[in-house]
Structures are given as structure tokens and as C-alpha cells.
């Protein structure tokens, strides 16, 4: 939005009746030209792999930071998974254990980065 000289607004408010359409979702002012290209792109319903129905302009985000279905490494093994599989994974894989190389005492893998600090 800008200020509109005073001499100048009932020019710009014909033009804008005639090419300026609002999104009736966002409210947004677009191009009357690119409203269906609008709507398409962000408002679309579209169904993500994980069946959550959501807006096309939202599903990047939901794929990126909360979709159970993103992929995920382990911390332990660097295995890829999904997110919501990580966790069960998490607890199985750092209750693995490793025999260190200084004391011999086996030692769970999720203990290994804070063992040197007891070892021996």
C-alpha cells in the first residue's frame, strides 16, 4: 500500500477495480490476470505423505519441520529414518555398547562422548 496523491486517487482507484482483485483466503491484493495462479500455488488443498490434508504454501514448511514422516538421522548410528520412528530407534541404538579403547569396560554408546571424562 502507498500514499496516493490526492489529484491522482480517483485514477488509481478505477485502475485498481479493474486489475487489482483480493484473495478471498489470505487477502492479499493480486493481479486480477494472477488470481487463478495465485490460488493454485498457495491455496490449493494438497495431501502430504503422511495424509494430512493442508494449503500448497504451507506444505514445504510441514515437510521440513513437523511432518512424522521427514526424514531423520540417528545420533548414534547416522542411519536414516523417519521422524517418527527416531526415537524407539534412539533408545534401542544408544543402549548398544562399545568396548573403549582406554579401560576396556564396555560402555553404552549413548555414555561414549561423556566416558573419557570417567575412563580408567
Keep these: 500500500e502507498k500514499d ?7 485514477i488509481h482507484e478505477i485502475h485498481c477495480s479493474r486489475n487489482i482483485d483480493v484473495c478471498r483466503y489470505c487477502g492479499e491484493s493480486i493481479p486480477k490476470s494472477e488470481m ?3 490460488i493454485e ?9 503422511c495424509r494430512m490434508k493442508m494449503e ?15 526424514p531423520a538421522l540417528c ?3 547416522d542411519i536414516p529414518l523417519t521422524f517418527d520412528k527416531l526415537q524407539d530407534h534412539e ?6 555398547t ?3 579403547g582406554g579401560c576396556g569396560r ?8 561423556e566416558h573419557p571424562r570417567v575412563c580408567g
Design 75 to 77: 545420533q548414534y548410528c
Design 56 to 70: 500448497n504454501s504451507l506444505l514445504k514448511d510441514h515437510e521440513a519441520s513437523a511432518c512424522p514422516l521427514r
Design 36 to 38: 487463478k495462479n495465485h
Design 4 to 10: 496516493i496523491p490526492v489529484a491522482n486517487f480517483i
Design 98 to 100: 562399545e568396548t573403549c
Design 41 to 49: 500455488a498457495e491455496h490449493v488443498q494438497v495431501i502430504c505423505k
Design 91 to 96: 533408545v534401542y541404538c544408544g543402549a548398544r
Design 106 to 113: 564396555n560402555v553404552m554408546v549413548k555414555d561414549l562422548k
